[in-house]
T-cell receptor, first 117, second 112 residues
Framework: KAGVTQTPRYLIKTRGQQVTLSCSPI?????VSWYQQTPGQGLQFLFE???????NKGNFPGRFSGRQFSNSRSEMNVSTLELGDSALYLC????????????????FGAGSRLTVL | DAKTTQPPSMDCAEGRAANLPCNHS???????VYWYRQIHSQGPQYIIH???NNETNEMASLIITEDRKSSTLILPHATLRDTAVYYC?????????????FGAGTRLFVKA
């Protein structure tokens, strides 16, 4: 079956611009979570969506937002880009949402590498 | 914050078993232990997970201590392609939901 697809794979923006990243989960998966990875901070949790609702959020400013559509595809948006937003943005999908206490395995996409100049 | 602690790096000879330890002393009764790995800034790859019993799949074995406060991931015959950062994860229960929080992981170097 097809894996998690993230687009675009690479992009370059300048400070002050905004960016939208897309994530298509594995068919049948209803949860999508987003992570930011930088050399200094490692993998940091951004937010999770399940059934079009944000279920969990990490410690990021309001410039970072996201949404999930009825087909479970998700987008994240970063407004007013800063140099420090340069990172690999990873999306992961799972069948269950984060509110389940059972096993919940994440499948990650290849990521979108954002460079802010 | 992550609920696990791992050594920052380890070496292993090619063809030998790689044993990666993880401490999770605050794990709750029904929470699973998950292992992922990340190669060259690709997306993390799921390896294995377990609750109480030892688990084995085609990639690795997971040994969980009886008190569940620690575990060990075993790659039985490490190859150069197993060089990666390995993450041991216990999900964090915050704000009414579970988050998969990644720590710094263990950087495994498999040497020829």
């Amino acid at each position: 079956k097809a894996g998690v697809t993230q687009t675009p794979r690479y992009l370059i923006k300048t400070r002050g611009q905004q960016v939208t990243l897309s994530c298509s989960p594995i068919s049948g998966h209803r949860s999508v979570s987003w992570y930011q990875q930088t050399p200094g901070q490692g993998l940091q949790f951004l937010f999770e969506y399940f059934s079009e609702t944000q279920r969990n959020k990490g410690n990021f400013p309001g410039r970072f937002s996201g949404r999930q559509f009825s087909n479970s595809r998700s987008e994240m948006n970063v407004s007013t880009l800063e140099l420090g937003d340069s990172a690999l943005y990873l999306c992961a999908s799972s069948f269950f949402g984060g509110d389940t206490s059972g096993a919940n395995v994440l499948t990650f996409g290849a990521g979108s590498r954002l460079t802010v100049l | 914050d992550a609920k696990t602690t791992q050594p920052p790096s380890m070496d292993c000879a090619e063809g030998r078993a790689a044993n990666l330890p993880c401490n999770h002393s605050t794990i709750s009764g029904n929470e699973y232990v998950y292992w992922y790995r990340q190669i060259h800034s690709q997306g993390p790859q799921y390896i294995i997970h377990g609750l109480k019993n030892n688990e084995t799949n085609e990639m690795a074995s997971l040994i969980i201590t009886e008190d569940r406060k620690s575990s060990t991931l075993i790659l039985p015959h490490a190859t150069l392609r197993d060089t990666a950062v390995y993450y041991c994860i216990v999900r964090v229960d915050e704000s009414g939901g579970f988050k998969t929080i990644f720590g710094a992981g263990t950087r495994l170097f498999v040497k020829a």
